[in-house]
DNA sequence: CCTACCGATCGGTAGG
DNA sequence: CCTACCGATCGGTAGG
């Protein structure tokens, strides 16, 4: 089978390396504070060495939210998929972005978290980039939901779309707090807020898979 | 009466002007982001006539965040405080807030969201400074929920502490999401799940309450 | 993937 | 509040 143009398994693996360690600097200093020259000094390349992967810092932070988003797909959402269906997965979800958080995957907390803060008034295709991650991660909690309502977990009056929006927001708010006071309670917190909010929407049945992960809010935050 | 020594009132002012347009450029570009160059340029000052006026990049970041502060004071704390007690100055808090962040009194969105989530993983009299105040808005809204639950208007069960999170978290998602959406609807969200979540805990009389300031919600849109 | 370099801008200073 | 300047670092390029 003859050599292909383009990159090498090598050239990758070293694109790789470089993106993950880009992603990891960037939740701490923001995509704009991460810079090429301090990214290549930490990997131990020359800055034009690694400049050569990418056409320009807007690349970089382009292909930087893509390494960004397989480890997000890895760490929360996979995971939750193979949890189960309706308010099981809704759960997984919210358990698994709080375990994700508190693990520190990313030292600066949530990527997208950070990346939507700094850049939710820069118009421009990082920013459209951000909000279609967003726009989807919204609408994967929002399918979750209504896939509990046709399961008769969730009542006929759940707004799943409010749902989303309600759990997202106790989502943001653990992680933006967790750091913020160095306090890992507020992962309870959030932990509290949403199992009341699902209770809220849940019927007989609905109670009754919330009751078996009742005990899991105390494992988010270890 | 004998001049003083120190700034002058001219002096003053100008620092004012400074510093009321730092916070604008802050809530966009973030306060690591604000350059010192472009802020004089933007003012029609030479950067070294700016820079008189602070002795570090540092001292100008935390005189910004003063000034944000005073602007949020007078936008949101103040009226809230003179438009009740209790559960009736909880809802004017969250309403005030929102409105806030509809009408853009800082470009970027609320000044101290961006400010938390560019600091929050960055030790320093920077974060230390954003973490106080965030706490001091927490506590007002924690009190405010406290003297709501004395006045009978929420139940005995209510954990103020733990509404205080779960009403700023609806807050602060709505500030994000208004935002990297470019979508007032995020505003009736908020708005709506800081009803529902008020009602859950409601007694008969503050449900009195609630309904007196149910027409409020469009109103923040505007 | 490297060395060597570009102009622009950064925070900050000297001296007035 | 200004002009004039400092060394360091920025994103990016030339050429290999």
Request: charged fraction near 25%.
């Amino acid at each position: 089978m003859p050599r292909r143009r383009g990159p090498t398994d090598q050239g990758l693996r070293t694109r790789q390396t470089i993106l993950r360690r880009a992603a990891e600097l960037a939740s701490v200093e923001g995509l704009e504070g991460l810079s090429i020259g301090a990214l290549a000094d930490d990997l131990g390349f020359s800055k034009s060495g690694l400049f050569a992967h990418f056409g320009s810092k807007e690349e970089l932070q382009l292909a930087t939210i893509d390494a960004a988003r397989e480890v997000y797909v890895q760490e929360v959402i996979a995971p939750a998929l193979a949890a189960g269906k309706g308010l099981t997965r809704l759960c997984a979800l919210c358990e698994l972005f709080l375990s994700y958080v508190a693990r520190q995957v990313f030292p600066g907390g949530c990527f997208f978290a950070s990346a939507m803060a700094e850049f939710d008034c820069k118009p421009g295709p990082i920013k459209d980039k951000i909000a279609e991650i967003q726009a989807a991660w919204m609408e994967t909690l929002r399918r979750a939901g209504a896939s509990a309502v046709d399961a008769g977990e969730l009542g006929p009056h759940t707004d799943p779309e409010q749902l989303a929006f309600e759990l997202e927001a106790a989502l943001l708010a653990a992680n933006w707090y967790f750091h913020l006071f160095d306090d890992r309670s507020y992962m309870a917190r959030a932990a509290d807020a949403i199992r009341l909010r699902l209770s809220a929407d849940a019927t007989k049945r609905g109670r009754a898979t919330l009751a078996t992960r009742s005990t899991d809010t105390t494992a988010v935050t270890t």
